[in-house]
């Protein structure tokens, strides 16, 4: 249960380093709005965090994440309501809540022994 936690917190970092790679620099609204593949690049991390936000509640639901629901909720809207989801809601979840959610990832692979796994 341990490796397949830890596995998924790995996913979730590697996901949002992503997305701070793909994302231009200076980070511009305007020309992310205007790159279509980077907002795709983009949309598909934030799918992985939530699937994996979603995994590692399954496996230990005392794991404590913020906004865990709300990062569910977000890859399922990508997902199932493409249609409604803007370039501005996505860039908004990278810019407001991805930093937030790095920190307290890279804080839960220290308690579940990430660097043991190395």
């Known amino acids: 249960m341990k490796s397949k936690i830890l596995s998924r917190l790995m996913d979730i970092q590697i996901a949002i380093d992503q997305i701070f790679e793909f994302l231009p620099e200076p980070r511009d609204y305007f020309e992310f709005k205007k790159d279509l593949k980077t907002r795709k690049a983009v949309e598909r991390n934030i799918e992985i965090i939530g699937e994996a936000v979603n995994q590692v509640l399954k496996a230990d639901p ?4 913020s906004n865990s629901r709300k990062i569910v909720d ?3 809207r990508i997902i199932h ?9 996505i860039w908004g979840i990278a810019m407001k809540h991805l930093p937030k959610l790095k920190n ?15």
């Open 62 to 65: 005392e794991i404590q994440i």
């Open 74 to 76: 977000a890859r399922n």
């Open 81 to 89: 309501g493409y249609d409604t989801v803007s370039s501005e809601t």
């Open 104 to 118: 307290e990832i890279s804080q839960l692979l220290q308690q579940y022994g990430a660097d043991d796994q190395l």
